[in-house]
């Protein structure tokens, strides 16, 4: 894993190295053979759509540790995409159920209060303009207006 992404990261530099003496040593000027590279990004080497290298520069600037892997923002980074996805799947479901195309608050409070492990994570997260569970409690509710099925079940609990 870590070891196959540094050998990575060496692999392009020596490229980068030869395509740029290439472009000094042929004699075309600006416009060379390997001159007209365009970059890729961290993010798109690692095939992630969340920011590696901003990642990797807050984690710098926080200063949380003194030194830092090349590997580290890489997993954050996947981390923190993989868990907006799961928060984005089930709200979009709830939108779904609300019969609404667009994503609200709302929606987010009650994909992650009904799924129980998201539940955990964001305990004491407060979600803004959120709500909360649609939950009455079964003493509250109307008592059922078969009363024969009740004093059959009365008289069984004090039969012994």
């Known amino acids: 894993g870590a070891n196959s992404q540094q050998h990575q990261f060496h692999r392009t530099t020596d490229r980068t190295v030869k395509a740029t003496t290439n472009a000094i040593m042929s004699g075309k ?10 970059s890729t990004t961290s993010s798109a080497k690692a095939g992630l759509q969340f920011p590696v290298g901003r990642i990797g520069r807050y984690l710098r600037q926080g200063k949380y540790a003194t030194r830092m892997g090349a590997g ?3 997993y954050l980074a996947a981390v923190l995409e993989y868990l907006c996805a799961e928060i984005l799947e089930l709200a979009g479901n709830a939108a779904r159920d609300n019969k609404k195309s667009r994503i609200v608050p709302r929606h ?4 992650v209060k009904n799924d129980e492990e998201l539940n955990k994570l ?3 997260v407060t979600i ?9 409690h079964a003493v509250l509710l109307p008592k059922k207006a078969s009363g024969g099925n009740k004093l059959s079940s009365a008289s069984k609990s004090q039969d012994y």
């Open 122 to 124: 964001l305990g004491n």
């Open 29 to 38: 000027g600006k416009g060379g053979r390997g001159a007209g590279k365009k």
């Open 128 to 136: 803004a303009s959120g709500g909360v569970l649609p939950n009455i």
């Open 72 to 74: 580290a923002p890489v």
């Open 108 to 111: 987010i409070t009650l994909a």
